[in-house]
């Protein structure tokens, strides 16, 4: 049975159009709705262009309207990719275990309230890490908390400011998320999968 995939996002959606490249005809996971919190997201376009169906939520923090989207559109699995905004508990209560979050590096470490896009990559230059990386985690009430899924790292490289880091972190962003996902779908639910390290490049 093909699992039933709803894309949460904010923005501009790369991690959208990866997932959707990665999920061909005969994929065992189809993304058949994308939600978003803000009507001039980039990503809206995008997903318009692969014929997935948006939906511009009219308030996000009322649970009743996203279970009934997410209903109608009968989703086993929702992705927040680049969801900038606390998703209703009621929402989390019901998708419970089934809600993935991509976190463009290593978590527990820079995660929480306002760490997203750049403040993230900077965070880490400034603790002088030498590696970052991407995660996948399941999304519970607090934010970047819920139990780690998937993790690859990148090396932090000399020279490197927060778009450089951005662009390396990003390309594995569109690698691991597809792949926990195909896993999901595999397996019936989200699941584990053993890290993995780039090669330096
Ligand atoms: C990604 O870096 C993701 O990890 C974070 O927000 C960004 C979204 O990028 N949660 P995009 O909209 O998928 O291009």
Known sequence: MTMRVAVALSGRGSN????????????????????SNRADAGALARA????VPTEVLADPSDATEWLRRLGDSAVDLVVLAGYLTLVPPGVIARYRGRILNVHPALLPAFGGKGMYGHRVHAAVLASGARESGATVHLVDEVYDRG?????????????????????????LEH???PAVVLAAAAAGHPVPLPETVESQP
């Not at 990866?18 to 189809?30: C, E, I, Y």
Request: proline share 8%; aromatic share 0%; glycine share 6%.
């Open 16 to 35: 959208l159009e990866a997932l959707l490249r990665a999920l061909g005809p005969d994929a065992p996971a189809r993304v058949v709705l994308v939600l």
């Open 48 to 51: 318009a262009a692969h014929g």
């Open 147 to 171: 139990a780690i899924l998937a993790q690859a790292r990148v090396p932090v490289l000399p020279g490197d400011d927060a778009d450089r880091l951005a662009a390396r972190v990003l390309e």
């Open 175 to 177: 690698r691991l998320l």
